[in-house]
């Protein structure tokens, strides 16, 4: 079946910068828009940043706007977001999600904690 798998969080201290991993099994990512979102303790989830299925456009959130990168591997069928300068305003679980025409897939999320 279908789906993806979220890795990569983890503990870091303010500054300090992490990368997180979005694996496909079972489809293949090569076509998909693939997106990071986050959750944040008492917060609803925010969408964080987005990559085209073409590979050509990225999209961030101003909150994360020069510091996160999104990425893909068509080889390795994983995408990632590459966080730089963590703040601890960045804590959350973050989740990632592929998107095709009619199919939408999850993550089912990575915790990531921003703390000294």
């Known amino acids: 079946q279908a789906h993806l798998v979220d890795s990569g969080g983890g503990l870091v201290q303010p500054g300090g910068s992490l990368t997180l991993s979005c694996a496909a099994s079972?489809?293949?990512?090569?076509?998909?828009?693939m997106s990071w979102y986050r959750q944040g303790p008492g917060k609803e989830r925010e969408w964080v940043a987005t990559?085209?299925?073409?590979?050509?456009?990225?999209y961030y959130s101003d909150s994360v706007k020069g510091r996160f990168i999104i990425s893909k591997n068509v080889a390795k069928n994983t995408a990632y977001l590459q966080m730089n300068a963590l703040k601890p305003e960045d804590t959350g679980v973050y989740y990632c999600?592929?998107?095709?025409?009619?199919?939408?897939?999850w993550g089912q999320g990575t915790q990531v904690t921003v703390s000294s």
């Open positions: 999600n592929a998107r095709h025409i009619d199919r939408n897939y």
């Open positions: 079972d489809f293949t990512l090569s076509t998909y828009g």
């Open positions: 990559l085209t299925g073409t590979g050509t456009d990225t």
